[in-house]
């Protein structure tokens, strides 16, 4: 594979495209696979509305965000559930649709209610709470338009031939969300900002990195391989033995060889908790510890991923952030407190 492969067949894409019908055909098919409530609306909500919408859709989906918000100042948890909200509903007109031109079509038009966003023209309920985020917390648009190229990028590639091309895509599908924090969290000042992007990015790579490494079964069932291929070639892994379900000796050799990448990322970031302010340190280590005890509970696996997926018990999930609240407490006790 070659860095060629990273570019999307744009005649398969036309040819897809053609064959299920026009653009707003696309759109509709592509509505119809998700929640009527995604749709976007003829009349603009009221703020209040829209931050309602946003919270339900926070609350609704996974445990991991009230875990997180049990630590937020109350002031800032309708910035946080806007930028969860705008990253639910991207990622879902991505992944829960019927086609990859349906996917691209909604994604197109889910970036110019980005732009209209910026405008003053939001109408759906995530743009309009959205917009009240990014004037507050003096948000660009970058960050949010760097994730919708992660999604898109999703629809048209499945391998990536090194890790820099993993860490490529990373730059896109996690690292805007850190830096999207640091906005909320009022961490970014002209003085501070190159380095605490530069902690941030560290630390969300790492656990896009401990994602995947989790979900290698499951994300190839879905047709994606983002371990990088020179690895796979280097430890004689191929995609047959990701379909066998079975962790070959090769197998396990290269993902400890991932793990211990993941983790020294993770060691990367971790100088970043004792930056930022006592609230968002404590989200921080907690989130920290949580993507380090993914990799743990791989090594415990003894590096099978693909019989079962490893996970985090909630007894241990429970362990994780009382052991963060304590380094709120106690900063010694954080991750990191002797970087």
């Known amino acids: 594979m070659t860095a060629a492969t990273m570019q999307p067949d744009k005649d398969a894409l036309e040819k897809e495209a053609l064959l299920q019908g026009s653009e707003d055909d696309l759109l509709a098919r592509g509505w119809a696979a998700l929640p009527a409530s995604y749709r976007i609306p003829e009349v603009a909500p009221t703020l209040d509305e829209a931050r309602a919408w946003c919270k339900r859709l926070a609350e609704s989906h996974y445990e991991n965000f009230h875990v997180a918000s049990w630590f937020l100042p109350q002031a800032l948890r309708p910035h946080f559930h806007s930028i969860y909200a705008y990253c639910r509903v991207s990622d879902d007109l991505g992944d829960e649709v019927g086609s990859t031109a349906q996917a691209l079509a909604l994604l197109e038009l889910w970036g110019h209610e980005l732009d209209a966003c910026f405008e003053g023209r939001a109408r759906h309920p995530v743009f309009v709470a959205l917009s009240e985020t990014i004037r507050a917390c003096s948000i660009p648009k970058e960050p949010f338009a760097d994730l919708l190229t992660a999604f898109r990028q999703d629809q048209t590639v499945t391998r990536y031939a090194s890790m820099n091309e993993v860490l490529g895509y990373c730059r896109y599908s996690a690292n805007p969300v850190g830096r999207l924090v640091l906005y909320v969290c009022g961490e970014v000042s002209p003085e501070t900002?190159?380095?605490?992007?530069?902690?941030s990015d560290a630390t969300c790579s790492a656990l896009q990195l401990a994602n995947f490494w989790q979900d290698v079964r499951v994300d190839f069932t879905k047709g994606r391989v983002y371990l990088p291929q020179d690895d796979m070639r280097r430890f004689g892994v191929s995609d047959e033995t990701i379909a066998a379900g079975v962790a070959t000796p090769e197998f396990r050799a290269l993902m400890r060889f991932e793990v211990d990448y993941a983790r020294a990322l993770f060691e990367q970031g971790l100088p970043l908790i004792g930056k930022v302010n006592r609230d968002l340190a404590l989200d921080l280590d907690l989130f920290s510890r949580g993507g380090l005890e993914i990799l743990r509970a791989i090594e415990h696996r003894?590096?099978?991923?693909?019989?079962?997926?490893?996970?985090?018990?909630?007894?241990?999930?429970?362990?994780?952030?009382?052991?963060?609240?304590?380094?709120?407490?106690?900063?010694f006790l954080r991750l990191g407190a002797g970087s």
């Open 193 to 199: 900002k190159d380095a605490n992007f530069r902690l």
């Open 302 to 331: 003894d590096y099978d991923v693909l019989s079962a997926r490893p996970a985090i018990s909630k007894r241990t999930k429970l362990g994780l952030a009382l052991r963060a609240l304590s380094g709120k407490a106690l900063p």
